[in-house]
């Protein structure tokens, strides 16, 4: 393993901002000083004069397609792609073709990941209205946690069964992670919508389809569950202002038994850019009003919400260039997540030491992840730099998603990554991804 230096940096880390360097050896932080002087010859020294170094990020929310839908993106593109965007490790969702929801299908995907990754990965276990033995089986010291959805999306896992649903709640071994959206408002809101306009339903109706109510009403129960059995329980993708009441901030993340967490995309648009943008902002949730959009803002930053998140879902041009009934849900992020953040940064929106709070240090608390988020010495050596000012502009040409497209297409960007690290290796260089697929299977300190 390489020996690398990290010298002149700014380092941003657990709630502060200050100069120092960084000693790599053996893929761990081995020091972390004011001056480190070289220590042998065989050395590579890396100057971040004028740079910030931030710990990796870890992106909890991903779907990279693989197996069965791996014409829009695998694992070893999507890894490509997260470490180009500062995202060092990422958790993986079960709605894959086959859907993983027995333990052999989950430790299938661990090998591909293994072979393929760029970047530290885990999967999420699927839950379904009858695998709840499956279940039982998961070991919580390497299976991140295990998804639930209470609203149907893409790959049908809705599990709406509401005894066995608690039986799911009581009798989890690890985090129970729930998309919310409750079904039934939102098939009763599409039927009307479809009396109306057909299939071609207007993309600025999908808000009042996958509405507030149907949002706040999935999320309530799911929070409502939570209490009655005594579940560790995180939703993800909040995307209403409504939504942010269930949640608090008076313990923190460590103590909380309910959290929750925002995506890129709800921080970014609003119902506003429908009409340039189209189908390639549908997501569910929807990006709703921008009330809601200002709300979950303020909620993150004052930590009712608890994690920031991609939510990264791609799909082909083709498929979404579809009438509304036909285009999938989902959007490619991990590439262009962390450019976002440091935008909002610019703006005056939240602070570095915020951003790898709830984008690196939180993710770690949360799912118990050993050695990962921070930079500390012992800890691997998953490390971003990051020049704040260095314009770059989204274009078709540097775009590594397997599906070629992003919602931020020409958006010019102040901030550039410039190095990746992963495990103590240089894998990602000034728009270069670096032929190093040392990604590890992430464990969890349970």
Request: charged share 30%; net charge negative; with cysteine.
């Amino acid at each position: 393993m390489k020996k690398i230096l990290i010298k002149n940096a700014k380092i941003v880390n657990e709630g502060e901002v200050i100069p120092a360097e960084v000693y790599i050896e053996n893929g761990l932080i081995a020091e972390v000083a004011p001056i480190i002087s070289a220590k042998s010859q065989d050395i590579q020294v890396i100057d971040a004069e004028g740079k910030y170094l931030l710990p990796g990020v870890i992106d909890d929310q991903v779907h990279f397609r693989e197996p069965g839908l791996t014409h829009k993106e695998d694992i070893e593109s999507g890894s490509r792609a997260a470490i180009a965007g500062g995202i060092t490790s990422f958790i993986e969702m079960p709605n894959t073709n086959p859907q993983t929801t027995t333990i052999k299908l989950l430790e299938e995907k661990f090998e591909i990941a293994k072979e393929t990754s760029y970047a530290n990965y885990s999967f999420m276990f699927g839950g379904t209205n009858d695998n709840l033995e499956e279940i039982k089986k998961i070991n919580p010291k390497n299976t991140a946690a295990l998804k639930l959805f209470l609203g149907s999306s893409t790959g049908n896992m809705l599990v709406d069964d509401e005894k066995v649903l608690e039986e799911i709640f009581k009798n989890s071994p690890v985090l129970v992670v729930t998309h919310c959206e409750d079904e039934e408002t939102i098939q009763k809101n599409l039927a009307t919508y479809k009396e109306e306009y057909g299939d071609d339903i207007p993309i600025k109706f999908h808000p009042a389809i996958r509405s507030e109510e149907a949002c706040y009403l999935s999320s309530s129960k799911a929070v409502a569950l939570a209490k009655k059995t005594g579940a560790r329980l995180h939703i993800f993708h909040l995307s209403t202002a409504k939504e942010i009441s269930l949640f608090s901030n008076k313990k923190p993340l460590k103590d909380k038994k309910i959290t929750a967490e925002v995506c890129i995309h709800h921080l970014w648009f609003n119902d506003s850019y429908y009409d340039e943008k189209g189908t390639h902002i549908k997501w569910n949730p929807a990006v709703k009003t921008q009330k809601d959009q200002e709300a979950l803002l303020k909620a993150l930053l004052d930590d009712k919400i608890d994690v920031i998140a991609t939510d990264h879902a791609p799909h082909t041009l083709e498929e979404k260039d579809n009438v509304y009934t036909k285009a999938p849900s989902g959007g490619p992020l991990v590439q262009h997540a962390l450019p976002a953040m440091l935008e909002f940064y610019h703006q005056g929106k939240i602070s570095l030491p915020k951003i790898v709070e709830k984008m690196c240090h939180n993710p770690a608390i949360l799912f118990n992840i050993e050695k990962r988020g921070y930079i500390r010495e012992g800890y691997k050596a998953d490390l971003v730099l990051v020049d704040l000012n260095a314009p770059w502009t989204v274009k078709k040409e540097n775009i590594l998603y397997k599906c070629e497209w992003s919602p931020f297409d020409k958006t010019t960007f102040k901030s550039r990554i410039t190095h990746t690290f992963v495990n103590g290796e240089l894998v990602y260089r000034n728009f270069k991804v670096l032929d190093k697929k040392v990604g590890e299977r992430l464990t969890f300190d349970r």
